[in-house]
């Protein structure tokens, strides 16, 4: 229903996916919240591995390589700017101390590829312009990650999830700490996603899997392996899939075979990724409505007002700030709409619980307090980014951007009939 609607009116379908899920869960209560909110646990670790695993695959190593400056850009000192406007403008409407307010920023800092990948599909733009909104919001997770451990380590030395970087702290301060954690992050990720894209290109030329079963449960293999792989060194596991989706989507450039061979494997990865789309495609379904489902519409409703305009200043002050250290290359209209483009979701979404969760755990009732308030105001700026960043991709595609329509484009570039 949410797809016929959004093709109707051609609006975006995510908005309408979480409104969906607000309708079934707390309004009429045909989905426990609980139940909905374990579920998204699960469905969002499987959508996310899914959708950046496919998306790898379709980020090209020309524009990759292209535009690493801008993303490089937008991934460190952009997101850093982006928490401490954020955390400045949270403390200033709730009263709490700075790095409880930078402990949100830190949690809503990292831009949602699970809702930039289907929007980029649904509205189509220039393809130097998707790489870059979309492969910051791949690489922005993890710092996003140790942005929030640095601030829970501040607020709660005790919480496990500041375990490692106050191991590393021992030795070093705490912020160069946070640095030395990120960058190791980085490097691990990396290099796991590498080693599992070489291996499973091998793989493929050796074994000539290319059939169902065998290809997409091989490629499931190396999707959620490499996950756990990252998981389990304390890297990340979203950047390893991302990784090793990059390496076999372009592995004609890194790798050099005879035309045959190379056309052999290549039909196997156009197989493997056809059926990964429709996993991810569900999977983004799932992740928005149950989102919707799991909402405390009291928690929401007592922290509207302050919400609201918190979500405007991250959508409408934070980012473009962040994002001005791109001018240098790009026009003023290019960068305006990148900078209006980074709707927060399923990561936020994720984190938002974990103030309140470790308040309850260490029974710290200052910590209870202030979870809950993060909670109901991270719930309610992925909702007025996705919905607003969404909801106005067309007319901003169309004022900032050079968008051929396809009679230009027959025009331009001469109408050869098909022969008959």
């Not at 045909?30 to 695993?53: K, P, S, T």
């Not at 409880?100 to 929007?119: C, H, R």
């Not at 927060?344 to 309850?360: H, I, M, W, Y």
Request: charged residues 15%; without cysteine.
């Amino acid at each position: 229903m949410s797809l016929l609607i959004s093709r109707k009116f051609n609006i975006s379908y995510i908005p309408l996916f979480v409104f969906f899920g607000i309708f079934v869960g707390p309004v009429l209560n045909l989905i426990n919240r609980d139940l909905a909110h374990e579920l998204f646990n699960y469905i969002r670790v499987f959508g996310l591995v899914m959708i950046l695993f496919t998306e790898g695959h379709t980020l090209s190593w020309r524009m990759l390589k292209k535009n690493i400056k801008t993303i490089g850009m937008l991934d460190t000192l952009g997101l850093l700017i982006t928490a401490l406007i954020a955390g400045f403008a949270f403390s200033m409407l709730f009263h709490t101390p700075f790095i409880v307010g930078f402990l949100f920023g830190a949690i809503i800092s990292a831009t949602d590829p699970a809702t930039l990948i289907p929007l980029f599909r649904q509205y189509k733009v220039r393809e130097d312009i998707e790489t870059v909104i979309v492969t910051e919001s791949i690489f922005n997770d993890p710092l996003g990650i140790v942005l929030t451990s640095v601030a829970i380590a501040l607020l709660l030395p005790q919480a496990p999830s500041a375990a490692v970087l106050e191991s590393i702290a021992k030795y070093i301060s705490l912020y160069p700490a946070a640095v030395v954690f990120f960058l190791y992050e980085l490097a691990a990720s990396i290099g796991i996603g590498i080693a599992l894209g070489v291996f499973g290109y091998y793989f493929i030329k050796k074994t000539g899997i290319r059939g169902f079963p065998e290809i997409e449960v091989f490629a499931l293999m190396l999707a959620f392996g490499g996950f756990l792989a990252g998981e389990y060194v304390n890297a990340s596991g979203y950047l390893v899939a991302t990784v090793t989706g990059i390496v076999l989507g372009n592995h004609k450039v890194f790798f050099r075979d005879n035309p045959r061979t190379v056309k052999r494997i290549m039909r196997a990865i156009e197989k493997e990724v056809h059926f990964n789309e429709s996993l991810a495609t569900l999977a983004t379904i799932f992740i928005f409505a149950l989102l919707g489902a799991s909402l405390d519409l009291e928690i929401i409703t007592s922290n509207l007002l302050y919400g609201v305009i918190l979500a405007f200043v991250v959508i409408l002050v934070a980012r473009p700030i962040a994002a001005l250290s791109i001018l240098p290359w790009w026009k003023p209209k290019e960068y305006l709409f990148i900078a209006l483009e980074g709707p927060r979701g399923v990561v936020p979404s994720a984190l938002a619980s974990f103030p309140l969760t470790l308040g309850l755990m260490y029974h710290n009732q200052q910590m209870i307090q202030w979870g809950e308030i993060i909670l109901s105001a991270t719930v309610i700026t992925v909702l007025v980014s996705v919905i607003v960043e969404t909801l106005w991709v067309p007319i901003l595609r169309e004022k900032l951007l050079e968008v051929e329509s396809i009679g230009k484009k027959i025009i331009k570039d001469g109408y050869k009939p098909k022969s008959s």
